[in-house]
């Protein structure tokens, strides 16, 4: 694919949304606009010049995305049934944030920011989202950065939730049943007004026919 003229000057993005090679197709604008490949790169790339200003420089970025996280953000700890696994499950945590597509300058200051996770855009909501999902990723980069800039919410416990699941599952925690069973309540409580699939119930007794216990 052609480079796009300019992106040099930018430094890219990890993710499924880098300046240089861009794969995706989506309806991008508010006036329905759909941007193919190299208009994707364009436009993301003046995005990034647009806010690579003073103002920018001379604010206190780390506060800057602890705020916006707090009114925007998600952690949240999810359950997918797969057989192949020792457990019968994939337990996923991820961190995400949103934001109107129009607006996306903050979710590429963020990504940028954490060096790490990918940009998708929501396809029907006119929305695009920034989420880390490798859990090293989250231990490593995401985490460290809630614990010396906490959010003002209460949507600090589900950060403290989500670390406590995660420092499980780096010990393998998840892998087997006592460890998915002291996992499951700390998930549950966290975005209590979430819907789930799966009752904490349905998944330990999946667990104990698929572990044959």
């Known amino acids: 694919m052609e480079e796009v003229k300019g992106a040099s000057k930018v430094d890219s993005f ?18 329905q606009l759909l941007v193919t490949r190299m ?8 995005m990034t010049e647009a806010h690579n200003t003073l103002a920018l420089k001379n604010r206190n970025i780390e506060e800057y995305i602890s705020g916006f996280v707090d009114g925007e953000g998600c952690f949240s700890v999810s359950f997918t049934k797969c057989p192949r696994f020792a457990a019968g499950w994939e337990t996923k945590p991820s961190f995400s944030v949103s934001q109107n597509t129009d607006r996306a300058q903050q979710i590429l200051v963020i990504q940028k920011y954490f060096g790490c996770g990918f940009v998708r855009d929501g396809k029907t909501d006119n929305t695009i989202k920034y989420e880390v999902r490798r859990l090293d990723d989250l231990l490593e980069k995401v985490l460290p950065h809630f614990e010396k800039y906490p959010l003002l919410s209460a949507k600090q416990r589900d950060i403290d939730s989500f670390k406590k699941i995660c420092v499980l599952m780096k010990k393998d925690e998840h892998k087997t049943l006592s460890g998915l069973s002291g996992i499951l309540p700390i998930a549950f409580n966290m975005n209590a007004s979430g819907k789930r699939k799966y009752s904490q119930k349905d998944i330990l007794n999946f667990s104990k026919l698929q572990m044959k216990v």
Do not use: L
């Open 14 to 31: 990890d993710g499924h949304i880098p300046i240089k090679r861009c794969w995706a197709r989506i309806d991008f604008s508010p006036q």
């Open 39 to 46: 208009g994707f790169c364009m436009i993301f790339t003046n």
